[in-house]
């Protein structure tokens, strides 16, 4: 492939995570060049593979384009992938780095698993469905961040992944249960807490609500501090952008008790300031 095209097929994938990722696209333009482009492109596929399952289309037409992108994948396992930028910029990963395809076909299982939503009853349930929808992402992340890996890294790798996911949850809970008619709080905790899908559908933060959201925040915690034990084992280029990430997913739960749990009315997010202060720690541990 010829240079210029593979730098505008890079371009393609660029764009994508730019526009709906500011946070990753933050963390990972500091990679090298030719690894940040590889993160681009795992990227926009997941967010195609996302697109499939939270578009707007009726339930049909949203499996029929889940189906079509199982479909280029299996073309792409094949070497006889569509002629398009996604595909041609993956198989420049794929041929640079010792990849794996499977985390790419879980990650489909898990937009359709999103699309088939059912809520989660226990912790275990959630944690599985979140390494579908991201520990897999982990996982097509791992070559290229750890491509000097002596050891097994799979497991801190779906940590990471499951510990954003859980985060996310943890901050979009008003969205998804009024925009999709979702609970992700497994049934199991919101019993021991005492606290109903009534309560959430009036928004209520009480001090159930806090004790259940601090349980799933603790728990994404423990994961995140579960990956830093292994980071010393990535690549030494690889290790600030993934600490800016994790320092700015940790920083979504702090925004979330700032604003004393409101996770119905308030967008939780990064400030720009405390984006410089995460920044800043980073670097000065490096």
């Known amino acids: 492939m010829d240079t210029e095209r593979m730098q505008a097929d890079f371009a393609y994938c660029e764009a994508i995570i730019k526009k709906h990722s500011k946070s990753f696209y933050y963390a990972f333009s500091q990679l090298p060049v030719e690894?940040?482009?590889?993160?681009?492109?795992?990227y926009a596929f997941c967010r195609t593979a996302d697109?499939?399952?939270?578009?707007?289309?009726?339930?049909?037409?949203?499996?029929?384009?889940?189906h079509r992108l199982k479909k280029e994948l299996d073309l792409f396992r094949e070497h006889a992938e569509v002629d398009h930028p996604l595909w041609r910029a993956l198989r420049q990963v794929f041929t640079k780095y010792d990849m794996d395809i499977q985390p790419f076909y879980d990650q489909?299982?898990?937009?359709?698993m999103d699309m088939n939503f059912a809520i989660p009853k226990t912790l275990y349930e959630l944690e599985s469905?979140?390494?579908?929808?991201?520990?897999?992402?982990?996982?097509?992340?791992?070559?290229?961040?750890?491509?000097?890996?002596?050891?097994?890294?799979?497991?801190?790798?779906?940590?990471?992944g499951t510990a954003m996911q859980i985060t996310n949850i943890l901050r979009d809970i008003g969205e998804d249960f009024h925009t999709k008619q979702r609970i992700?709080?497994?049934?199991?905790e919101?019993?021991?807490?005492?606290?109903t899908p009534e309560d959430l559908r009036h928004g209520f933060i009480n001090e159930n609500f806090?004790?259940?959201?601090?349980?799933?925040?603790?728990?994404a915690e423990s994961l995140y501090d579960l990956f830093n034990s292994s980071i010393v084992l990535y690549d030494d280029d690889s290790k600030m952008?993934?600490?800016?990430?994790?320092?700015?997913?940790r920083g979504i739960l702090d925004a979330v008790r700032s604003n004393n749990y409101d996770c119905f009315t308030k967008r939780n997010f990064v400030t720009k300031e405390n984006m410089i202060k995460i920044s800043s720690a980073v670097y000065n541990c490096s």
């Open 35 to 42: 690894k940040a482009n590889a993160v681009y492109a795992i």
């Open 51 to 66: 697109d499939c399952a939270d578009s707007s289309q009726p339930h049909l037409e949203k499996l029929a384009s889940l």
């Open 108 to 112: 489909l299982t898990g937009q359709w």
């Open 129 to 160: 469905y979140s390494y579908y929808v991201a520990g897999s992402v982990g996982l097509m992340l791992l070559p290229v961040l750890a491509s000097k890996a002596s050891v097994d890294l799979r497991p801190s790798a779906i940590h990471l």
């Open 184 to 188: 992700y709080l497994p049934e199991e």
């Open 190 to 195: 919101m019993e021991r807490f005492r606290y």
């Open 210 to 219: 806090v004790h259940l959201w601090e349980r799933l925040a603790k728990h």
């Open 241 to 249: 952008p993934l600490l800016l990430s994790i320092g700015v997913y």
